[in-house]
């Protein structure tokens, strides 16, 4: 966004300079390279500041913000779901006037939780279960002590590939 502001700024200069649009998009390639706006861009832009436009600002566009996830929304939405982990996501976006789409990314994206037996779970992706933030609140609150455990590795699991001929012929 900065750097299109400053590209702005150049072709409002550009302009009052008396630079036609495709002079002014050469300049611009020249001093930005590939991070230089459309062409398309470049010649509205010039095209409203031969106009007389004196804002180099985006104009406030009526309808829909482009985003309801605020850390209002996100907060309103957990209240919601601390009060009663069992609600769907329609009886959330309900009561939050929301979507249910925005509802449903921000509880699985923002707050990290996933349903299971219709009920919300914090999780954490690629966690092993006794890692979970849920798990060990639970833990700390009943006083139940862990084991740090090393990762997972296959040179460290038995290997009972050996195991299976042994099986088949018992079950002969």
């Known amino acids: 966004m900065q750097g299109s502001l ?24 020249t001093a ?5 706006l ?16 004196k804002s180099v600002e985006d104009e406030e566009r009526a309808g829909r913000p ?10 309103r939405v957990k209240a919601v779901l601390d009060r009663d ?13 929301l979507p249910k789409t925005d509802v449903h990314r921000i509880i699985t994206e923002d707050l ?3 349903k299971i037996a219709n009920t919300w779970f914090l999780y954490h992706e ?11 609140e639970f833990f700390a609150q009943h006083n139940i002590t862990t084991l ?3 990762p997972y590795s296959p040179d460290l699991a038995p290997c009972d590939f050996f195991l299976f001929p042994k099986l088949k012929t018992h079950l002969k």
């Open 6 to 29: 400053e590209q702005r700024y150049a072709i409002t200069f550009c302009a009052k300079l008396g630079k036609s649009g495709s002079e002014t998009l050469q300049l611009l390639r």
């Open 32 to 36: 930005y390279g590939d991070a230089v």
């Open 38 to 53: 459309s062409s398309a861009q470049v010649l509205r832009w010039h095209m409203a500041f031969k106009d007389g436009r």
């Open 66 to 75: 482009s985003t309801s996830r605020t850390e209002n929304i996100v907060a």
């Open 85 to 97: 982990r069992r609600l769907n996501v329609q009886l959330m976006a309900e009561e939050v006037g």
């Open 112 to 114: 990290h939780m996933r």
């Open 126 to 136: 690629n966690a092993p279960s006794h890692t979970s933030f849920a798990v060990r």
């Open 148 to 150: 740090s455990l090393p």
